[in-house]
């Protein structure tokens, strides 16, 4: 790979660093020559500190380092994006990462729908939404309507009609969303088991 150290007159390059199973973004660094080769070598992340002057590997002090899964390099040749697997929180502060997030997997407009659910189903009480009515009527009553849906899909797999296919499926998914966390989990926990069967 090649990396064009010498853009900038100090050397350095800025090193994006991102967790490699969440996709987030942690922290940004920078690394010289030097500090690039050692990541290579040790396969845990080192930067150039532009404070202390000197290499400096994540964790060396705190025991939160960066394990090296990977690394590419952008367009100009003089930014990296380095893909890490974490070990304990990233920022020198404390929290996940230094934009003080949390690094939990997101599965976007999904992560939304569910937190939208399970804010439904904790004020179901005083909810009159159609997800709180379902969540007071039982773990029955969400599983049978996963079932109907289910069978609407099929239904609508064997038609040409794309539009009612693509409805059912929405649905289906929804009604399951809300099955999870009636059954105390979340989408996360099914990708988990998914990824421990590859």
């Given at each position: 790979m090649k990396i064009n150290f010498d853009k900038n007159s100090d050397g350095l390059v800025p090193a994006i660093i991102?967790?490699?199973?969440t996709k987030n973004v942690l922290m940004l660094g920078y690394?010289?020559?030097?500090?690039?080769?050692?990541?290579l070598e040790t396969?845990?992340?080192?930067?150039?500190?532009?404070?202390?002057?000197?290499?400096?590997?994540k964790g060396e002090?705190?025991?939160?380092?960066?394990?090296?899964?990977?690394?590419k390099n952008d367009c100009d040749q003089d930014t990296l994006l380095i893909l890490v697997d974490p070990v304990g929180p990233t920022c020198h502060k404390g929290s996940d990462t230094c934009w003080n997030e949390n690094n939990e997997q997101s599965f976007g407009f999904l992560s939304e729908l569910e937190r939208?659910?399970?804010?439904?189903?904790?004020?179901?009480?005083?909810?009159?939404?159609?997800?709180?009515?379902?969540?007071?009527?039982?773990?029955?009553?969400?599983?049978?309507?996963?079932?109907?849906e289910a069978v609407e899909v099929v239904i609508e797999a064997k038609d040409d009609n794309e539009e009612l296919f693509l409805n059912e499926s929405a649905?289906?998914?929804?009604?399951?969303?809300?099955?999870?966390?009636?059954?105390?989990?979340?989408?996360?926990?099914?990708?988990?088991?998914?990824?421990?069967r590859t």
């Amino acid at each position: 790979m090649k990396i064009n150290f010498d853009k900038n007159s100090d050397g350095l390059v800025p090193a994006i660093i991102q967790d490699t199973t969440t996709k987030n973004v942690l922290m940004l660094g920078y690394m010289n020559k030097e500090a690039y080769e050692k990541t290579l070598e040790t396969k845990k992340v080192t930067f150039f500190s532009r404070s202390k002057q000197r290499l400096w590997t994540k964790g060396e002090e705190s025991g939160n380092i960066l394990n090296l899964v990977d690394i590419k390099n952008d367009c100009d040749q003089d930014t990296l994006l380095i893909l890490v697997d974490p070990v304990g929180p990233t920022c020198h502060k404390g929290s996940d990462t230094c934009w003080n997030e949390n690094n939990e997997q997101s599965f976007g407009f999904l992560s939304e729908l569910e937190r939208v659910i399970q804010n439904r189903k904790e004020n179901q009480d005083n909810d009159k939404s159609y997800v709180a009515s379902l969540f007071k009527k039982g773990i029955n009553k969400v599983a049978q309507k996963v079932g109907e849906e289910a069978v609407e899909v099929v239904i609508e797999a064997k038609d040409d009609n794309e539009e009612l296919f693509l409805n059912e499926s929405a649905d289906l998914l929804f009604h399951y969303l809300i099955l999870l966390q009636a059954k105390g989990y979340k989408l996360i926990d099914i990708v988990e088991v998914l990824e421990s069967r590859t």
